[in-house]
């Protein structure tokens, strides 16, 4: 199993930018997944989470800007974030849970400038 995130960049506060996560080696449909954050001098934080059956989930500090979303299809799982804030800069992570483990991407990162 593998994760590849991809969509970050530089964004403007109160701008918005979808991240996504390219899932492999088995059919997404099997599996929940998450999105991660960590900034700089922070610990890891989860940001959404998405059950198989689509079911959603949010840490409090997304107050409704994010949506997570995933495309078993193409294998994909989406996380646009709208009106972002000086503190939503980070690197994003997608994981899932496989063999009892916990599987990481690279990470893509975002970055929230005036």
């Known amino acids: 199993v593998q994760l590849m995130e991809s969509g970050g960049g530089s964004v403007q506060a109160g701008g918005s930018v979808r991240l996504s996560c390219e899932f492999s080696?088995?059919?997404?449909?099997?599996?929940?997944m998450r999105w991660y954050r960590q900034a700089p001098g922070k610990k890891r934080e989860m940001v959404a989470a998405i059950t198989t059956g689509g079911t959603s989930d949010y840490a409090d500090f997304v107050e409704g800007r994010f949506t997570v979303s995933r495309d078993n299809a193409r294998n994909m799982v989406y996380l646009q974030m709208n009106d972002l804030k000086f503190e939503d800069a980070a690197v994003y992570y997608c994981?899932?849970?496989?063999?009892?483990?916990?599987?990481w991407g690279k990470g893509t990162l975002v970055t929230v400038s005036s």
């Open positions: 080696g088995i059919p997404l449909k099997l599996n929940g």
């Open positions: 994981a899932t849970v496989y063999n009892g483990g916990w599987i």
